[in-house]
């Protein structure tokens, strides 16, 4: 009955959704209530599902560790395939209250093959049990976000990355910025810089949605390229990277998704934790370069409640390039200060259902002594002199993300729901200038994002004979506020206030022998308004700016998605695909720089993405590989031009196509072989028929990795990584003898990174990186393809990154 009441609570939303304009105040009192009611339900029956425990019981403990002996921290555990729990930082895990006899206990974790283990369970006594997982060559790593429920990657037909918590924590040992991090591992995503904007990072050639748990971070209203740098590496318990355009999360996903999994509340233990302490800083140039590191992570079980707590503070020094000059300071990461406090709760009532309450604040700003000596680009650096800066510090000051989710798998007809309210507080701040092209004066801008919204999902398998399968369904309800302003009182972009509803719903068939059809449909219904507005003047007394009459822009588009996947043989596991994307991207710079009196008269159609894609995965003997190649179009795309000096969008047809591919060998237990290469390319079409290539912001160079692991005892953990960026020559200098904003050439560039962990006991850890290992003097790919004389900056010089953590 409870199933009958949520679907026709649903059918009446998309129903007024799709006959009729809606009011956003009464769809968002519809969408509150369904969840409250959800939530009424799904706790009422969760106390009516709770079984009595036996008089004659034992308990269980363990600990999960892999082939060398580590912990393996939040792995599954299931009892009997029913009642399950996760395991703690340490890797121990419990189960109490168990019915005495033989119960099957079995152990996931992404990156492991599963286990099984047989137990025998004796009256008012505690059995032990240590289960050893070992690394899973086949790749079956289970997905959560690729369509919005668990599943196996072999299952999916698209790209996808996934970066367990071991190689985030391997990485960010070199470069704790997560944005480095992404950027050195995951084929097709573009390399990150010492700045802390992630411009330049296109996935695909296209911009990516930044989640948090299913949280949007990105601002597609206006992009100010900060949303990758929204947490520290601390709080994550894996990154799933999704590629190409998808149709499942809607707004700002053209290129696909980056999300962002935190971590869960442990069992096993009232109180456990991890204490990290560390510092790092420029080998061979140390003076003013030390930075320091603290973390502090504390989870445990109380009854049926559950924990998380994680603070990090991260102070970086000045960075200083191979020479030892100080690197420009134009948004950049030297002399930062970072903080990330993570807050989760849980609640159990049953092993059907769960309450999650979630806090995540972000902070990161630059507080300098040094400003920028503005270089000449071509000729030589920018670097920071001592100096202070008239401005306020540049950063993201604040991102807040509260989130509460509830999820109930025992629901009629084996329906699993998860419902998730947000709110996401997100304010960045860009660099003062002493002057700008785009508004008079001196100035300073920062972008504030105000996002609340409510995900609606439910899981409902199916069979119809020898076949069977799953339908996902759900809606999306999102309002995001977003302008764009100085802090001396000045508005540069108005308040752009969106409402969007989208349902949607996925469909997947097991057709024959593991042959697996995926496809679906979602609905986009969203309408901005913009109240009445003057741009902001370009010269004295007013000069150049308008009047702009507010009103509301409405955007609709119905997107598909459809797929096929056969995992049969491992040797070789095909897929095609094809996937549509919707964006709202940059509405803020056409407002900006509007010309027409009226909103009717701007070019403000929404960006219709559809993503073709072939590609497979193989697996035979010691070696894994993948290959994949795509075409991504668009009738209307948006490429940042240069005019007069700023980016301006370019409205055109779009082609976007490239490659990518992978490879993995396990050449003994103890060193395993890796690279990756990705390739993108891209052209607008203009009206003559003619086409152009779209410049560095968006298309990337070629990127290719290469990497040794080596293990030479238990203890000891090693990693030597190379990340190259090859060479892009695509636009010739224009009539003044300069290059065109972010149509500079590229040249190549190679950077070799060392990682290193030492397991002293079952405590201690100690760890090493170093970034830039030969001490290698290059510009970074942003800096050269930008060719803007201020942001000609060299990368960082050799890093030494030192830290030492205790598990309790």
Known sequence: MNFIYIVYGLSRLLHKSFTKEWQPFLTYKLAFAVLFFVLFVGISSAQAQEQSVTAETGSLTGQIVDEYGYPVSFASVRLDGNSGTQS??????????????????????????????????????????QIVLSKDVELKEVVVTAGRKPESIDEVPSSISILTAREVQAQSVVNPSIASVLGNTIPGLGTATNK??????????RQVLVLIDGIPQSTPLMNGSRDIRTIDPAVIE????????????????????????????????????????????????TANTVGYRISQLLAGTVNKFTYVVNGTYNYTGVFKDAKGEVNGQDDGLGETSLYNLYLKAGYKPNEHSQLLLTYNLFSSVQRSDYINSVGVYGEHPSIGIKGDSPGEPAGTPQNHNLWASYSHDGLPFETALDVTAYYNRFISMNRYVPSATAWYGPGQTQIQSFKKGIRLNLNTPWSAGSISGEVTYGLDLLNDMTNQVLTDGRVYI???????????AQL???????????????????????????????????????DVTGGTIPYNATMFNAGLRYSKYEFFNPFISFSQGFAINELGRILRRAKESTLQNLETDPIITNNYEAGFSSRFGIMSVTAAYYISTSNLGLNLVDVGGFLMPQREPEKVYGYEATAEAYVHPKVTLG?????VEGKAELDDDSEIYLNGGRIAPPKGTAYVYYRPTSNLNLQLYLIHTGSRDRFDVRAN?????????????????????YRINSKWTAGLGVENLLNTSYYPVTSQYRAVDAEYVQGNGAKLSLNLSFDF
């Open 88 to 129: 703690d930082s340490n890797g121990n895990f419990s189960f109490s209250d168990i019915r005495i006899g033989r119960h099957e206990v079995s152990v996931t974790s992404v990156g492991f093959r599963r286990t099984d283990k047989t137990i025998e369970v004796l009256a008012d006594s505690t059995s032990q049990l």
């Open 196 to 205: 802390a904007t992630n411009s330049g990072q296109t996935l695909r050639g």
């Open 238 to 285: 894996r990154v799933e990277v999704i590629k190409g355009a998808t149709s499942i999360y809607g707004n700002g996903s053209g290129g696909g998704i980056i999300n962002f999994i935190t971590k869960k509340p442990a069992a096993g233990k009232r109180i456990s934790g991890t204490t990290s302490i560390g510092s790092n800083g420029n080998v061979v140039n």
């Open 494 to 504: 108005p308040d752009m206030n969106m409402v969007n509803l989208a349902p949607y």
């Open 508 to 546: 997947k068939v097991d057709l024959v022998d593991q042959l697996v059809f995926k496809g679906g449909v979602r609905y986009e219904n969203a309408r901005v308004k913009v109240k009445d507005f003057r741009t902001i003047a370009t010269g004295p007394d007013g000069a150049g700016s308008i």
């Open 675 to 679: 690279a990756s290469y990705s390739y």
């Open 737 to 757: 003898g300069l290059y065109g904003n972010s149509e500079g050439p590229v040249k190549s560039v190679n950077l070799i990174n060392l990682s290193g962990s």
